[in-house]
Each structure stands twice: as structure tokens, then as C-alpha cells.
């Protein structure tokens, strides 16, 4: 899932979900975390934008999620924008990204931003060392038609619902392979308890966290001051962020 400012990786699912960066001589407008979370993806994906501005192809065809692929796995999925479908496969002809819904499929997200340095690559290396593991990749397939189907009707609840539960399943397996890798910190504690009291008194709002340990709180459109007050409350940057479309170069100066 994406947004103008703005969870997964092939551990986390084939990947269903909803980056900013200035080139030399082209901008691109991205969708999906906040500069401090990621850049190999945005790098990628500007690259991306350049070529799609001298060809003149659209970003939300597979071919440029073929290509983004080869830099980053988030990129192929990235670069397409709105809520994107990553297939699983092993080459450029059977794994790339495919749209599911656009930017009119309305969803609020706040990023809760918790500071911390963490190798994504390394917690793909624990996460196949995990004795849970297979189970996971048991379940991914129920998961995903889930998600496919939550889209589909443009049913948001159930959507940030099944991004939370995969948030719990990720971080499982992280947490039990060989290297016991906790990724989260004091404050990604306390974002996921108040998420949890914000749903007891009402508000509809769910945790989703990648490897690492910002929380990104999905809710509705009309809930995101509501969500993001309780959460610069704590002391913490709040974000807000809205659904994305897929990556386009621009002419304009962004920074």
C-alpha cells in the first residue's frame, strides 16, 4: 500500500501492499515510506522513472516491475503503486508486480517513526533459520487470497486487519531464528499498545510494522488525526500518509 510520503518482502508474502528520491536530472514521486525508512527501493525506482520518461511506457506495466525487480524486491512491487499484487517466482518472466486497486481505493496511514538501524537482509537470513518458517509458508497462500479478496471489495477494515495479523507472523520468525534478532524497540511497544486502546475505545486502527521498527498505522481516512494525535502524543513523529499511485517522473523541483 502506498502513499505521496510513505507492509513486504518475499519472506513476508509474494506480496500484497499499498519513496522519494532526487536524481541529477529527474524527480520521482513514489509510493510508499517516509525517506528515513528506506533507499535501495527509491533508488531503483528512480532509475525506473528515467527510463519510463525516454520510452514512454507506463510505470504500472510489468515490465519496469520486472526491471525494478533486479535492484530491489520492495522496488517491483513499489514502482507500480496503489495496492500491488508481487508474484511469486524465481525470473523476469513469472515475478513481478501487478496493480489490484489505485489511488481511489482511499485508506489512512500514520507513520509512527521509530529510529532504528537494521540490515533488511540479514533478517531474510534469520527468517529462514526459524523452525516456524514452513508454517508460514504453509499459510501465506490462505493469506494472500485473503488480502486479494479484501481488496477486491474494497473492504479497508479487513485489509488493515490482515496487514497486522502478517505483521505478528513476520516478526515471529524473525524473532526465533538462530540469531534471535528483536528488531523492534521500547517506543514500537508502546505505538502497538496504543493501537490497541485506540480500537478498544472505538477507533478503528491497526499496527504494521516491515523489518525494522517504525509502526505504520492503518486506519480509515476520516480517523487519521485521531490516530495521529494519539501518537505525537507519546512523543513521537507522526506522518500521515495517503494511498499512492504508481511511480511518474515530474518536471517540477520537489526539495
Known amino acids: ?59 504500472i506495466d510489468s515490465p519496469f516491475s520486472r526491471f525494478a525487480r533486479r535492484g530491489a524486491g520492495s522496488a517491483a512491487r513499489s514502482v507500480t503503486g496503489g495496492f500491488s499484487k508481487w508474484k511469486m517466482g524465481l525470473t523476469d518472466e513469472d515475478s513481478y508486480a501487478t496493480q489490484l486497486a489505485g489511488e481511489d481505493l482511499a485508506m489512512g496511514m500514520v507513520v509512527a517513526v521509530v529510529p532504528a538501524f537494521k540490515q533488511t537482509e540479514d533478517a531474510h537470513r534469520e527468517a529462514l533459520t526459524s523452525p516456524f518458517f514452513h508454517a508460514r509458508l504453509a499459510e501465506m497462500p490462505r493469506l494472500i487470497a485473503e488480502m486479494e479478496l479484501a481488496i477486491r471489495n474494497r473492504d479497508v477494515g479487513k485489509i488493515c486487519a490482515l496487514a497486522e495479523r502478517d505483521t505478528l507472523m513476520l516478526h515471529g520468525i524473525t524473532m526465533t531464528g538462530t540469531g534471535e534478532m528483536v528488531l523492534w524497540r521500547p517506543d514500537t511497544l508502546r505505538v502497538i499498545l496504543a493501537v490497541r486502546r485506540l480500537r478498544e475505545q472505538g477507533v478503528p486502527a491497526f499496527f504494521s510494522i516491515d523489518t525494522g521498527a517504525t509502526v505504520y498505522v492503518n486506519t480509515f481516512p476520516d480517523r487519521v488525526d485521531a490516530v495521529r494525535e494519539r501518537i505525537e502524543e507519546m512523543g513521537l513523529q507522526a506522518i500521515p500518509c495517503t494511498v499512492g499511485g504508481p511511480a511518474r517522473p515530474v518536471d517540477e523541483p520537489l526539495f
Open 1 to 59: 500500500m502506498a502513499s505521496g510520503n510513505s507492509p513486504k518482502n518475499p519472506i513476508q508474502s509474494p506480496s500484497i501492499s499499498p519513496s522519494q528520491a532526487q536524481p541529477p536530472k529527474s524527480q520521482v514521486i513514489m509510493a510508499r515510506e517516509p525517506p528515513t525508512i528506506r533507499t535501495g527501493k527509491t533508488a531503483q525506482n528512480t532509475l525506473i522513472a528515467i527510463l519510463g520518461r525516454k520510452t514512454t511506457v507506463f510505470f
